[in-house]
């Protein structure tokens, strides 16, 4: 059991991990462009971000490619890995302050959906690479799946995190139970329902992320056609009614949505402003083509990080995956 809590995102780091697109069999077409992708996160992160970024790359054809292309780059170190995929949020440790310790779990491929060779070792290899040693736990949990405010407060979905593809025949109270054992949660709160078409089953960070003490930013609908609206709301509410482990009621930031993205067989995908990734010295926000909802986000976000630079950065390619920023990279807290 451990008795601190997760600190906040906001809280100084020591170092971001973030998954390199190894795989030209799992990104086929858009690996070129997912790299793209990754790559300007990853000197945004390195340069108004302040950040120490290593940067994991999943197998040897990869990796000397990556070492090439960020030769020379401060504050960039290339590291060789192993994973199925560069969704670290999920398959890495969570770190507790000071990075004295760090919390792993069971990992099952998002409910079983996406099994995929050595992620189940990605939290072994960032432990050892980055020399902390790992709490185990016996039960499943993806670290988009939870999202902190440094003084006790959990958010997660019902969906993903009482799914019977993950713990079977779970509850709140033992889900709760284990938070505090394994986060140092004292309240937990509680939302529904994830984006629509999300394979992770609901994640909190595609929907709903503390951006300051007693401070929750969800989306609004941008759009007409946006397929998350009645969610987005539903969110909203909930938050509005809820208080934190210090009892204060929950205040809340509406950001615009990217409305309604689609895939190349016109199905919506879970695109959100939500997946923005907290740096040292930057907020890096993932956009989706829609100029005008990616400066509307933005313009939101500057509200409560004034004194961070906030980046809007392409995020296409690395959603035809399913996940964007937040999901590939995991921070070491300072």
């Known amino acids: 059991m451990i008795t601190a809590s997760i600190p906040a995102e906001w809280a100084q780091h020591r170092a971001m991990w973030v998954g390199w697109p190894s795989h030209a069999e799992l990104w086929q077409e858009d ?3 997912a790299q793209n992708e990754v790559e ?10 302040r950040e120490q970024v290593k940067l994991m790359v999943g197998n040897e054809e990869a990796l000397e490619p990556a070492r090439a292309r960020f030769a020379g780059v401060q504050g960039v170190e290339v590291v060789a890995g192993r994973f199925g995929d560069i969704w670290l949020r999920d398959t890495g440790p969570i770190f507790n302050a000071a990075s004295a310790t760090a919390q792993a779990f069971k990992f ?5 959906k996406y099994d995929l060779p050595h992620d189940d070792e990605v939290a072994d290899q960032i432990g050892e690479q980055s020399g902390v040693a790992l709490t185990r ?8 799946a939870v999202d902190h405010d440094g003084e006790g407060t959990v958010l997660t979905t019902r969906q993903c995190v009482l799914n019977r593809n993950r713990n079977t025949g779970w509850t709140e109270a033992e889900a709760e139970e284990a938070f505090a054992n ?14 629509l078409n999300d394979h992770t089953d609901g994640h909190v960070d595609n929907l709903a992320r503390f951006v300051a003490p007693g401070v929750v930013a969800c989306p609004i609908a941008f759009g007409p056609k946006d397929p998350n609206a009645e969610v987005y709301d539903e969110t909203a509410r909930i938050l509005s009614a809820s208080t934190d482990a210090a009892g204060r009621q929950i205040k809340v930031l509406r950001i615009p949505s990217p409305g309604l993205v689609l895939d190349e067989d016109e199905r919506p995908i879970p695109a959100s402003h939500m997946n923005f990734l907290i740096a040292n010295g930057a907020v ?15 313009e939101a976000l500057a509200t409560v990080y004034p004194d961070r630079k906030i980046i809007p950065s392409p995020s296409i390619a690395i ?3 399913g996940g964007s920023f937040h999901c590939i990279s995991q921070q070491e807290p300072a």
């Not at 300007?40 to 971000?49: F, K, T, W």
């Not at 986060?183 to 994830?194: E, F, R, T, Y």
């Not at 890096?284 to 933005?298: F, I």
């Open 182 to 195: 394994a986060l140092g949660a004292k309240k937990v709160i509680w939302l529904g329902d994830g984006l």
């Open 319 to 321: 959603l035809t995956g």
């Open 137 to 144: 736990h016996d039960f499943i949990l993806e670290g988009g």
């Open 108 to 112: 099952n491929g998002w409910g079983g």
């Open 40 to 49: 300007a996160l990853v000197l945004a992160l390195a340069g108004a971000g």
């Open 31 to 33: 690996l070129e462009e």
């Open 284 to 298: 890096v926000v993932p956009t989706y083509g829609n100029d005008m909802a990616a400066r509307l986000a933005c």
